[in-house]
């Protein structure tokens, strides 16, 4: 039967705009963490309440009891697990590993099966709740993986999420996110064009958004990030640039199951132009600038 220690040690790779607040949420809750990040700055809240900062992925890994990874890309993700410094070289026998980037399906699977070789247990467990889900604690988590290492491991993922539902074997997860990709990616365009239409028409977007919202138009994006648009805030709490990676991978995979996506094609090629434009830096509420400021981008 599979256990983990009471006082178990955790290792988070990746403090960025999403996991400086997931690993400060495990400080919190007592954790030992063990913190790597390629610029240690970022690391530095975390430092001072606590965390302990390894050099490496390859220390991390040997000091840890239970990994955890929020990085940015696939390509970061196979380095950071099965480069020649990677986790599944360094780890002990028995660590938990629980991937919680975005990333590919096929690379989650290669990750289990390579840690599984050398008795080690690895999830894909990717997240939606953006920046604000992060730091509330609040994420969907979507978990791929064995059920028995996943039911050892809900106690340490409800600090970081409350819907947290297992979706299957290893790559799950990640064709779970790609589900949540696509129906964020074209609810996006709408939304834009809704709100561009409301200020079009001489409307106040502000008060449309207080009638839209709440009704059968209503989704996460219309209530969490149209505010952002009409307020010109384009911060980024999911960048465009990662946002463009989600799509590819799900169009790639759709591809592969010969599955016809236009409404995906259409969004990530809307993206493309936002980025083109030099705001692939920019929260993805920014692709409203396309209907505004950058109207002629579209056009071309």
């Not at 009891?65 to 390509?75: A, N, S």
């Not at 979507?142 to 074997?169: A, C, H, R, T, W």
């Not at 834009?192 to 409307?203: D, F, Q």
């Amino acid at each position: 039967m599979l256990t983990i220690k009471q006082n178990s040690r955790i290792g988070f790779v990746g403090t960025g705009v999403m996991g400086k607040s997931m690993a400060g949420h495990l400080l919190s809750a007592g954790y030992e963490v063990n913190i790597y990040t390629r610029t240690k700055s970022k690391a530095e809240s975390l430092l001072s309440a606590g965390a302990v900062w390894q050099e490496t992925v390859e220390k991390l890994a040997q000091n840890s009891d239970i990994i955890i990874t929020m990085v940015g890309y696939p390509k970061d993700v196979e380095e950071i697990y099965l480069g020649e410094h990677g986790i599944v070289n360094y780890a002990q026998s028995g660590s938990y590993l629980i991937d919680m980037t975005t990333s590919s399906p096929s690379l989650a699977k290669k990750i289990y099966e390579e840690a599984l070789a050398k008795e080690m247990f690895a999830l894909d467990a990717p997240v939606s709740g953006g920046d604000v889900g992060a730091k509330e604690a609040r994420l969907a988590i979507m978990v791929g993986g064995d059920e028995e290492v996943f039911n050892v491991l809900v106690p340490v993922l409800s600090y970081l999420g409350k819907n947290i539902v297992y979706q299957g074997k290893a790559g799950a997860g990640q064709h779970t996110k790609m589900c949540n990709q696509i129906a964020i990616a074209t609810n996006m365009i709408g939304v834009c064009e809704a709100m561009a239409y409301a200020s079009k028409s001489g409307l106040d977007p502000d008060t449309v958004l207080k009638s839209i919202a709440t009704g059968a138009a209503g989704s996460w994006s219309l209530s969490n990030l149209a505010p952002r648009m009409l307020a010109n805030d384009f911060a980024p709490g999911f960048y465009v640039k990662h946002f463009i990676k989600d799509m590819t991978i799900a169009l790639n995979a759709a591809d592969e199951m010969g599955l016809l996506t236009p409404g995906l094609k259409l969004a990530k090629s809307l993206y493309d132009k936002l980025a083109a434009a030099g705001e692939e830096n920019s929260g993805t509420q920014s692709l409203y600038k396309l209907y505004t400021s950058l109207t002629s981008v579209v056009n071309q």
